[in-house]
Nanobody, 124 residues
Framework: QVQLVESGGGLVQAGGSLRLSCAAS????????MGWFRQVPGKEREFVAT????????YYADSVKGRFTISRDNAKNTEYLQMNSLKPEDTAVYYC?????????????????WGQGTQVTVSS
């Protein structure tokens, strides 16, 4: 059974930065793509960023491109999301997820394990 635990969320002013972490259990972390999604109440969960199993390929939603950076450390079974130049519209619960394949995946259906989420609030 795979468990994903996010950390690093919190309250930050617009223009500030936060770094989210996602620690994964199990021995197969390095074999699968990882991703970040976010969700606000009343809206569907939306794709933020994804990284391939090796870390060599990344892909971002247009709304965060140039501001967010996804990375992973396979030796530590951990993925990260560095969020810079945060905007109030980035406020959401952020979820990490493990994909069912090694290549980058941009849809919810591409992921079969999810963390519990961490709240990010950006004040104006």
């Amino acid at each position: 059974q795979v468990q994903l635990v996010e950390s690093g969320g919190g309250l930050v002013q617009a223009g500030g930065s936060l770094r989210l972490s996602c620690a994964a259990s199990g021995r197969t972390f390095s074999s699968y793509a990882m991703g970040w999604f976010r969700q606000v109440p009343g809206k569907e969960r939306e794709f933020v960023a994804t990284i391939s199993s090796s870390g060599g390929t990344t892909y971002y939603a247009d709304s965060v491109k140039g501001r967010f950076t996804i990375s992973r450390d396979n030796a530590k079974n951990t993925e990260y999301l560095q969020m810079n130049s945060l905007k109030p519209e980035d406020t959401a619960v952020y979820y990490c997820a493990r994909g069912w394949a090694s290549h980058v995946l941009t849809t919810i259906n591409g992921y079969n394990y999810w963390g519990q989420g961490t709240q990010v609030t950006v004040s104006s």
